[in-house]
């Protein structure tokens, strides 16, 4: 199942039947999947003016309706034509057609979004900056120039500030900050690439960042914050930054003091820290990259990639001769780093300014939550950080970044949250509905902690919480839980958790009072594999390397060799 590559969907026919003669006609359309916050109603409005059709596109909560009228060949083009050309970050699960009867109709519109009905659109995830976008904030005549919060239809915040489906301005953080203008005329104009993209802002309207000292007092505003952030990053300072989900915690990459004063303050001694770069040629300096590997830090999902070193130790380097690389405190005794590429204008404009890579790890004490708002940074950070780079934007719901690696030629996802989350099942949901399932919600393990639902049409996982031993990572746990019923509106008959009986999980499900199943722990990572390889209609053998998991017997099993199949398995 791959994460990163979109294809037309499986047995999409197109025609019914033999083609009808020139005169006109009508159908409506419903186009299911990854269709909104996207460019797809653009592309929709800009594909029926190319093959002159009226009718209209509206967001629903179970996708994408399009309602078409003209010329019968003319609507035969529209429909071959509408999976293959579209968005680059669309996604396209289904789509249906019925026959409808002609109104009269020459012209197109985007009309209003309809959301009288449960959820069955997938809620789109966030997408790093664009090419386009990135030449608009480095252009001196363009007037996006040096704005940190650029975006279009092709990139911006989605999932992290978003409050209900359908995805329209109104329902998401943006709501905040009216248009100006001239941001309102590019949102109305079908030649701008900016037509109906949501979160659209300029410097004259959107969101402002700021830069505060480690007591929440303001030490420069917009335009200078990013400057003075740079400069207190240039002197080997920690800097928090209030990214597209939450915190991260900065520091220059390429010495090792400054490194190693992030690691002592923040809790985290030897684990492995990320390292953002300025773009694909600094990171080939880095790193001997290959083409996946490329492709990955170049996808919107932008995740941290983890990728081999070219030199395992830079220490001997001055801090001149050694911008291009890190210093060994980031990964020590690793052969590999994790690297990326600006997930934001706000990131791009902040490494442009200092032509160094940046240490870039999670906002929070180790094993705490990431942290999203700006008065809590300060004050569960103000130990840790010498500076905090702010802004005005309300994140929504806390999202880390993804981390993923190459293994036997595959990108495998190690950590699934930004720009990855949350993720379709569609193994899960093709069983479930032979099943008929009722709603369910999925609690997850103990460490790594992720949640999944069934909502009776979606299987969904959602993003990485973290290690369940900490009360505030317990107590995001339950948000999420309480926003994934919000933002799908369902509510789960059922729940499944682990068999361990002091599981955080586990004993939260349990005060639910709902159908409980519980499945042992090396089974459920067996199952897991057979869904990402959609092996969920096989027995297959299955070795799960994981450590220890709570066993049938109610003792303590370790590495586990197991025949398994979706409903059970044999020791």
Known sequence: MSLFVNQPPDGVALRNGSPADASRAAVR???????????????????????????????????VVIELEGASEELIRFQERLVAEAPAAAIIDSLSRETAAPVGRSSFAIDPSDSSASPQVRVPPDLAICAECRRDILDPLNRRQAYPFTNCTACGPRYSILYAMPYDRPATAMHLFPMCAACDAEYHNPDDRRFHAQPNACAACGPRVGLWDREGRLIAGSPTALVAAAKVLRQGQVVALKGLGGFQLLVRADQSEPVGRLRQRKGRPSKPLAVMVASLEAAEEIAALTPLERRLLQSPQNPIVLVQKRNHSCDRFTAAENKANVAAPVAPRLSTVGLFLPTTPLHHLLLAALDLPLVATSGNLTEGPIITDEREAVRRLAGVADAFLVHDRPIVRGVDDSVVRRIAGQAVTIRLARGLAPLPLPAVEALARTKACPPLLATGGHQKNALAIWTGTQAILAQHVGDLDNPETRSTFNRVAHDLAGLYQFAPVGLACDLHPDYYTTQWAFAQNKPLTQVQHHHAHAVACMVENNLLDREVLALTWDGTGYGTDGTIWGGEILRVACTGFRR
Do not use: E, S, W
């Open 29 to 63: 359309l419903l186009v299911r999947g990854h269709v909104q916050g996207v460019g797809f109603r653009p592309y929709v409005f800009r594909l029926a003016q190319r093959f002159r059709l009226g009718g209209r596109v509206y967001n629903t909560v179970n996708g």
